[in-house]
């Protein structure tokens, strides 16, 4: 007699769990039909007046055997959830998701691909000094192979008196260099009336860490037709980033490359802290092809070997890094860069590694 009580309040229960699971589906259709209507009207999904009044409402209804506060955390859950559904949905609307595009995005620069599997890397100095200066780099990454240089010309630095960059004179010796050895170009513009002349000198148009929130500069990014490097701001979470590659997209530029290049925590060993799970994050979230900056990352020439074998071991696409022909001497950031014969040495240990394979084409 006890068994068959006990299995007729089983299947009761049974019973009630369908039911629950019925209304708990329905009312989580009914939480994304709320998202996409907020989402529309520009409205902050998570409403905390609206939870505290369904919390007092659960509690003037409740009459046992559950206590008020039980019933209260069961409802947070429902709560918590269906705001992750609405943030799912909204995540399924971005261009940059993985969710939007499944496939791949493959990015071309002067007829390399990148984020088609082959590793690529990004060199040359930090800032663009002479045009003596970048021809010596730009020799040095052609005979490893590499087709990508890099130089700023327009330097946002902590400082208002440190070296700010050469500007336009800067983007016209990078465009030289890179018409004389078939290299494309890489650098940063800081403002949004610089992209146009950018658009000239230019393969890649670089926006900085400090510039990753600069909203009119993404948007006009956004409008022109040429490949932008973006690189994680100095604080920002992962969210933050996709959201201002998608500020890119949403201007109708897709070729975008994400840049990891450290953030900033409490750690002092290093000039930032290489968050090394941004990467595989960011190859499932989004469709982007991701990059490593081992230097500005890390600020030391004794890691960029050590960061950049992590990189491409955990699926960068590409790894940027920076070299100078006497770092010594050089006009910013001269504790990171490294020279000509170390950057060499650089490439032959990363092939020792077994994560890397020359280019055919590199001379040696």
Do not use: W
């Not at 590659?245 to 994400?258: D, H, P, Q, R, T």
């Not at 960061?307 to 920076?322: F, N, Q, R």
């Not at 950057?343 to 077994?354: A, Q």
Request: proline fraction near 4%; glycine fraction near 8%.
């Amino acid at each position: 007699m006890g068994n068959e009580q006990l299995e007729e309040l089983r299947t009761q229960l049974d019973g009630i769990n369908d039911q629950l699971l019925e209304l708990i589906n329905e009312r989580a259709s009914i939480a994304q039909e709320i998202g996409k209507v907020k989402g529309s009207q520009g409205l902050n999904r998570f409403d905390p007046v609206r939870e505290r009044k369904m919390l007092n409402y659960i509690a003037e209804k409740n009459e046992g055997p559950f206590e008020t506060t039980t019933l209260q955390h069961i409802f947070k859950e429902i709560f918590k959830a269906s705001l992750e559904l609405q943030e799912d949905d909204h995540s399924k609307a971005m261009l940059v998701s993985r969710k939007k595009k499944p496939e791949d995005t493959i990015v071309t620069i002067k007829g390399e691909e990148v984020g088609n599997g082959q590793q690529r890397f990004i060199v040359g100095p930090c800032s663009v000094e002479s045009y003596e200066q970048v021809d010596e780099v730009a020799k040095a990454i052609k005979k490893e192979g590499i087709r990508f240089l890099r130089g700023g010309a327009f330097k946002p630095r902590t400082s208002p008196y440190d070296f700010q960059g050469l500007g336009l004179e800067g983007l016209k010796i990078l465009k030289q260099i890179g018409d004389k050895h078939d290299l494309a170009v890489i650098s940063e513009i800081v403002t949004p009336h610089d992209i146009e002349t950018a658009v000239d000198y230019l393969d890649v148009i670089q926006i900085g860490a400090r510039n990753m929130q600069n909203f009119e500069l993404l948007k006009a990014a956004g409008s022109v037709n040429k490949p932008i490097l973006l690189k994680r701001g100095l604080s920002a979470t992962i969210a933050e980033f996709i959201n201002a590659a998608e500020y890119i997209a949403s201007k109708g530029n897709s070729n975008i490359i994400l840049c990891e290049r450290g953030i900033r925590t409490y750690e002092t060993a290093t000039r930032n802290t290489l968050d090394i799970s941004a990467v595989p994050i960011l190859k499932q979230e989004t469709h982007l092809p991701v990059f490593v900056d081992v230097t500005h990352s890390t600020g030391r020439r004794d890691l960029l070997f050590p960061t950049a074998k992590a990189a491409l071991a955990v699926g960068a696409d590409g790894v940027m890094t920076e070299v100078h022909p006497d770092p010594a001497v050089a006009l910013s950031d001269s504790a990171q860069q490294m020279d000509i014969p170390q950057f060499h040495e650089f490439m032959d240990n990363l092939e020792k590694s077994g994560l890397y394979k020359r280019e055919k084409t590199a001379v040696k």
